[in-house]
Nanobody
Framework: QVQLVESGGGLVQAGGSLRLSCATS????????MGWFRQAPGKEREFVAV????????IVADSVKGRFTISRDNVKNTVYLRMNSLKPEDTAVYYC?????????????????WGQGTQVTVSS
């Protein structure tokens, strides 16, 4: 059973940056594709980014492309989401996810493991 713990959320002004971290335990980290999703109040959960097991391939949602970067450290068993040029519409709870599927991409149902979430609030 993989456990995921996010950190790094907070309040930031529009145009600012944050880096989210997700520390994992309970499994072999390099066996999982790792993703980030977010959910704003009153909205459905939304795919943000995913990274493959080796860390050399990523998919990023169009809404954050060019501003957000996902990366991973298979020694530290941690995945990161670097968020630059933040906008008020990026305000949401951000969730770290893990999937053992080789080709898991944008579907929330492809990820059986979820963290508790970390709040990101971007003020205008």
């Amino acid at each position: 059973q993989v456990q995921l713990v996010e950190s790094g959320g907070g309040l930031v002004q529009a145009g600012g940056s944050l880096r989210l971290s997700c520390a994992t335990s309970g499994g072999t980290f390099s066996n999982y594709r790792m993703g980030w999703f977010r959910q704003a109040p009153g909205k459905e959960r939304e795919f943000v980014a995913v990274i493959n097991r080796s860390g050399d391939n990523t998919i990023v949602a169009d809404s954050v492309k060019g501003r957000f970067t996902i990366s991973r450290d298979n020694v530290k068993n941690t995945v990161y989401l670097r968020m630059n040029s933040l906008k008020p519409e990026d305000t949401a709870v951000y969730y770290c996810t893990a999937s053992p599927k080789l080709y898991a991409t944008r579907g929330a149902g492809e990820y059986p493991y979820w963290g508790q979430g970390t709040q990101v609030t971007v003020s205008s």
